[in-house]
């Protein structure tokens, strides 16, 4: 199981990169983009960054579960998975929203609320990386 672990490690860490990029770099950069260009920019971000986070994903949560199911049960890997549902749900209730209706056209205070939401993935995402680290101790 130590390959199965290495890879749910490496894709969680993966994972946790990407969304700080994501909040530090690709959120703000919205603003700069003009109004006339957005709705283009923003279909073609929204296309281009499902197909690298769609895959890692799956893989972080599928190698969660496998790794429950074999007996993976300490406590820092447990508190760990319980944060996947929590960034599927902030997802879900407030980044797809916001991503629907930036796909209308520009809009700062949406754009703003986007980024102050996404922190809570941002810190979810970073706790789970440190979490799954624990459990290498």
């Given at each position: 199981?130590?390959?199965?672990?290495?890879?749910?490690?490496?894709v969680t860490w993966m994972l946790v990169g990407l969304i700080w990029v994501v909040q530090i770099l690709v959120y703000p950069q919205f603003r700069r983009v003009a109004p006339t260009e957005f709705r283009d920019y923003h279909f073609a971000h929204c296309f281009r960054i499902g197909?690298?986070?769609?895959?890692?994903?799956f893989v972080e949560a599928a190698t969660a579960a496998w790794l429950l199911y074999a007996g993976r049960q300490s406590l820092p890997f447990i508190s760990s998975t319980v944060m996947i549902p929590l960034i599927w749900l902030t997802t879900a209730l407030f980044q797809a929203p916001i991503h629907t209706r930036l796909g209308r056209g520009f809009d700062a205070p949406l754009i703003r609320r986007l980024i102050l939401t996404n922190w809570i993935?941002?810190?979810?995402w970073t706790a789970r990386g440190i979490l799954v680290s624990l459990t290498l101790l």
């Open positions: 199981m130590t390959w199965l672990f290495s890879i749910h490690l490496a197909l690298i986070v769609g895959p890692l994903l993935r941002t810190l979810a």
